[in-house]
């Protein structure tokens, strides 16, 4: 799939949020920086009726959104020098929420298994997204967006 602008990537973000089967899971977003991963967990968001600012909590570790029936954490794992932290932030105690985790390969065995992965990569001005699932959840998400 080949996105090209920010707001089809935010489109394709959208479609994410619509799509997803429960409000429990994790999505891995891969890619090197600047391939827009960020982008597409903010259309994932304001889709869902969130209004304030999306960033990356790349220092923060993650970020929690809280709507009425369910939450979603924003991960991004860049800047762990260490993925035993992730033993130490308690990660398990997140995954009864949705869980969007940029970076997730820099969390090794500490970063819970996906539902579905999102492969990101430049490709001139646009990006190419390959999506592999790995879960039954997964593998219905896509197959409705």
Request: proline share 5%.
């Amino acid at each position: 799939m080949i996105i090209s602008t920010t707001a089809a990537m935010e489109e394709l973000g959208g479609k994410l949020a619509n799509s997803y089967p429960g409000r429990q899971g994790v999505i891995h977003l891969c890619g090197d920086l600047g391939t827009g991963k960020t982008t597409l967990v903010r259309g994932f968001l304001r889709t869902l009726g969130y209004q304030g600012i999306v960033k990356s909590p790349t220092y923060t570790i993650v970020e929690p959104y809280f709507f009425d029936k369910y939450t979603i954490y924003h991960f991004d794992f860049y800047r762990l020098s260490d993925p035993e932290e992730l033993e130490y932030l308690g990660i398990r105690d997140y995954l009864d929420a949705i869980c969007l985790i940029e970076w997730p390969e820099i969390g090794q065995s500490f970063t819970p298994k996906p539902d579905i992965q999102i492969n990101i990569s430049h490709h001139k001005t646009a990006r190419i997204l390959e999506i592999e699932t790995h879960t039954k959840r997964g593998y219905m998400l896509y197959n409705k967006f």
